[in-house]
């Protein structure tokens, strides 16, 4: 596909903000809704961002760091963007759903690129039963949390907890203990990517537990499901030769 009418839109940094400045005057700028690609500048937090603002609309977000990591970003260049975006790679992205119900009875929706978590909220430690599917797996995880998360998330929080890397087209998702203390030597699963999960939190008035979505932050849970969105997509695009397949390889060779 020719993409030829760009939204550009950007983080608060300096750093971000020049680069709107700069790409503004060399680049047309439309509003997002008369716009048939989005370019967003700054780190991974604002990808995530520009990706829930206009997830749903199939319009293909292509990324340029101007932040830390940026993982999900590409390269920052001024010149020859449209040939860039021209010759990027898509990759396509479902989210996780989240559907958490308080201890007051109430209902919560919301979606997740990388991951659901799930982390206690005092200075007691979790308790939590684990559904898999309907079928109960683990009657008691004694822990400071716990996660499921998709291929494009298994190099961000789930990395950092010593779950494993997915590539994207695994199938599969990860569930992942944070700081397990009983089972002491359990160190998680590999789900299907059409896997249901339940999460039943036990003395749920002693051991509050909160439950986060990318930015949605639910206290005091009581049961959390999670399950893959096969009904939304996020279109990312990425520099020929430096997809996030590509990086989800190197980052397992990488020290």
Known sequence: MAYSKISFVASDSRKAQDALRILRGRYTDVAPDQADVIVALGGDGQMLQTIHQFMGRNIPIYGMNRGSLGFLMNEYKEGGLLERLNNAEVTTLNPLRMIATDVHGQCFEGLAINEVSL??????????????????????????????????????????????????????????????????????????????????????????????????EVREVATVEVSMAEDVTVPILFDAGHDLDERILMEQFTD
């Open 119 to 216: 982390l206690r909220s005092t200075r007691q430690a979790a308790k939590i039963r684990i559904s898999i599917d309907g079928r109960p797996r683990l009657e008691e995880l004694n822990c400071d949390g716990v996660l499921v998360a998709t291929p494009a998330g298994s190099t961000a929080y789930n990395l950092s907890a010593h779950g494993p890397i997915l590539p994207i087209k695994a199938g599969a998702l990860a569930l992942t203990p944070i700081s397990a203390f009983r089972p002491r030597r359990w160190r998680g699963a590999l789900l299907p990517k059409n896997a249901v999960v339940l999460f039943e939190i036990m003395e749920r008035d002693k051991r509050p537990v909160s439950a986060v979505a990318d930015m949605l």
